[in-house]
């Protein structure tokens, strides 16, 4: 009898988070019908709304490609174990990280050889917009930065609209490990990986190490994560990205200097390679004003915070510009002239406007995993009344995906570029689930079980334009 009422008080205590998500699919569903029976752009494309991706309709699979299905299912099954084991003692800084980052990178891979083979963790990467195509043309450093801004359209699609860090980076790891396309890319899913790290010590000043945890199991699962964590250069973008959240709250919350060095050299590094670093930028200030109206006295320390920032990123531009030529902001405004040329968006009518930011603000949530918007949502409405640090961190995310869905700065494929945002809403979400103490283990179980069926079924039913 006990056993049958906690059975029966369990499943009244999970309503709310299925009524959730059963509201969540059909107002997604909904949306869906409703563009395409606008005939909107976002419906009209030949991808599937609102995911910039093509349908796999119908399937077209191997007896061999099929056996691949198997592999990130044993994944989680191991993930879940050690999981369950560690959750029994202390958690240790550095094994957490370790087996996250083991986690992680045995998920992204496995996920993406659903496709048939190893190589599909490698094709995306030689594709024809990509930027190992570009790594031919860097004939020295000096020369190549000094020339990118005026060879700029000469380049691939993606390096067109980016800085030169990832035609950079993909060069030193040609003459430092070797050339050719199998090691660059497998070099980008490591260093993919890697973002683990900063997540979980990010988390863990917000929520602490047990929930930190938790945030670390739900990162290993979040589609968006997944599926560009081993085909994308965006999976390496969001390291620096990372790190410079990391290191900015550090000094937001307790100040000192090296935490304001540290943050600027990390924005140095994300503005290399993506410019919606300023995205990360507005958020922690976000973040920043927030901390500061809950206590005025932090004032001082977040202008300092940023003002060094401000210095160190404007100083290691400067000193770029001077020992190779290359100018930032000419790059900058070329790149946005030629993403505004190629998307047609030097002025939009209202409809187009409105389709391609909440589009876009539906891929984003849709990508972060329908079990993770439930609890995210849930948190966010909590995060409005309670004043916490983890609650306010959270608001700023809220805002900052609201402002950038509307923002006109993009153009669909918000899923694959706003992984930075991706992170904030499973620390929001794994702290919800921490506080439902006696459903703690099913929510994270059946979020955790959810993001897998999910997950593996975009990369079935999905092709997804990198």
């Known amino acids: 009898m006990v056993l049958i009422a906690s059975k029966a008080e369990e499943s009244a205590g999970l309503g709310p988070y299925w009524r959730g998500l059963g509201v969540w699919i059909i107002l997604l569903a909904g949306y869906i019908a409703i563009i395409v029976g606008l005939h909107t752009e976002t419906a009209m494309r030949s991808t599937a709304p609102p995911w910039y991706s093509w349908l796999r309709i ?12 198997v592999f990130p299912p044993v994944v989680f099954v191991g993930w879940v174990a050690v999981l369950r084991r560690m959750f029994r003692g202390p958690v240790r800084l550095l094994p957490i990280i370790g087996l996250g980052f083991g986690a992680v990178l045995l998920m992204n891979v496995t996920v993406a050889m659903m496709d048939g083979t190893v190589d599909a963790i490698w094709k995306p990467f030689s594709g024809p917009s990509e930027f190992f195509g570009d790594v ?3 004939h020295g450093v000096r020369a190549f930065l000094r020339g990118y801004v005026e060879n700029l359209y000469q380049y691939s699609l993606h390096t067109r609209t980016h800085p030169p860090g990832a035609v950079m980076m993909l060069y030193f790891v040609g003459q430092s490990l070797g050339p050719g396309i199998r090691i660059a890319a497998w070099t980008c899913v490591v260093t993919t990986a890697t973002g683990v790290a900063p997540f979980f010590l990010l988390a863990r000043r917000l929520v602490g190490n047990r929930t930190a945890c ?3 199991a739900l990162y290993a699962l979040a589609p968006s994560l997944v599926l560009f964590g081993a ?3 965006d999976g390496v973008f969001l390291v620096p990205l990372l790190w410079s959240m990391y290191f900015l709250q550090r000094g937001i919350a307790d100040g000192g200097i090296r935490f304001s060095i540290a943050a600027g050299i990390a924005l140095t590094a994300s503005l290399m390679f993506s410019y919606v670093t300023v995205c990360v930028g507005a958020m922690m200030l976000i973040y920043a004003a927030l901390e500061w109206r809950e206590n005025p006295k932090l004032l001082g320390g977040i202008i300092g915070l940023f003002a060094i920032c401000a210095t160190v990123v404007g100083g290691s531009l400067l000193t770029l510009h001077v020992a190779t030529g290359f100018d930032y902001l000419a790059c900058f405004e070329r790149s946005r002239f030629y993403d505004h040329y190629a998307m047609q968006t030097f002025s939009m009518s209202l409809g187009r406007y409105l389709d391609i930011s909440f589009s876009n603000l539906i891929a984003f949530l849709t990508g972060l995993g ?3 918007i439930v609890l995210w949502m849930r948190e966010t409405a909590r995060s409005m009344s309670e004043r916490t640090a983890v609650g306010r961190f959270n608001l700023a995310a809220v805002i900052s995906v609201l402002i950038f869905s509307f923002a006109h700065l993009f153009t669909h494929e918000t899923e694959r570029v706003w992984l930075f945002f991706v992170p904030p809403a499973l620390i929001a979400a794994a702290h919800w689930i921490a506080r439902q103490t006696k ?3 099913r929510l994270l179980d059946w979020a955790m079980g959810l993001l897998l069926v999910q997950t593996m079924l975009f990369q079935w039913l999905l092709f997804t334009i990198w």
């Open 58 to 69: 119908p399937l077209t699979r191997t007896p061999l490609q099929c056996v691949f299905l």
């Open 136 to 138: 031919p043309a860097v």
């Open 214 to 216: 938790l945030g670390t």
């Open 231 to 233: 085909t994308s250069m």
């Open 370 to 372: 329908f079990p993770i």
């Open 439 to 441: 459903l703690e283990k």
